[in-house]
């Protein structure tokens, strides 16, 4: 058995590092380590910031984001296209999506995927607000952006089904080919794909 090196507050340091995603035990004892040795300089304000994130941060009652205000600050943006809303995954969706700059338009975070084998049903996802958000009447389209897994595109026809009748224009977004990808290195699901996908040039 290996002898313990450090003191119990430092292990519970590495302990918590190597429960975010990214970080394994090894991984998890280099940024300990790190952190400890520039202690004022990194340990402090993270500490700092940390504590306030916990205090502060919250999660939006319209549309699931991540802020510290609610309604967050996409939902009460008046810049934005209210009218047209991406729906995604998780919170990290929708930032990736928000690093494109390519839409300004508001969003839904579902909370995950549609996924029986897991015990995650309808009612365990933010699938209701998304519907009652359309019902409202101000929404003209929903572009599905969620991933292009089976969970994914369950997800996507059960919220279909679920705005059957509805005034509202379902889109969902292109798969196939990616930008600078090379057809030989592709894998047929995602060939299959971009055929079926296939534009008029």
């Known amino acids: 058995m290996a002898k313990r090196v450090t003191g119990p507050e430092i292990e519970k340091l590495i302990q918590l590092l190597a429960k975010v ?7 998890a004892r280099r940024a300990a380590l790190h952190l400890v040795k520039k202690k004022d300089q990194l340990l402090g304000p993270l500490a700092d910031a940390m504590v306030e994130a916990h205090r502060k941060v919250r999660i939006c009652s319209c ?68 519907v009652d958000r359309v019902v409202k009447g101000e929404v003209r389209e929903l572009i599905i952006a969620v991933n292009a897994t089976v969970e994914g595109q369950t997800t996507a026809h059960y919220i279909t089904d679920q705005l059957d009748g509805l005034d509202v224009r379902i889109t969902r977004l292109a798969h196939g080919v990616p930008v600078g990808g090379e057809l030989d290195y592709l894998d047929d699901g995602t060939l299959t794909a971009a055929l079926r996908a296939r534009t008029v040039i």
Not at 113 to 121: A, F, I, K, Y
């Open 21 to 27: 995603p990214g970080l394994g035990p090894r991984s």
């Open 63 to 130: 549309c699931g984001n991540v802020d510290t205000s609610d309604p967050c600050s996409v939902c009460t943006d008046e810049r934005r296209d209210h009218s047209c809303i991406i729906v995604v995954e998780d919170v990290a969706d929708l930032w990736a999506l928000e690093r494109t700059g390519a839409m300004n338009t508001a969003y839904h975070v579902l909370g995950g995927t549609l996924s029986p084998l897991d015990g995650v049903g309808p009612d365990d996802l933010n699938i209701r607000g998304l």
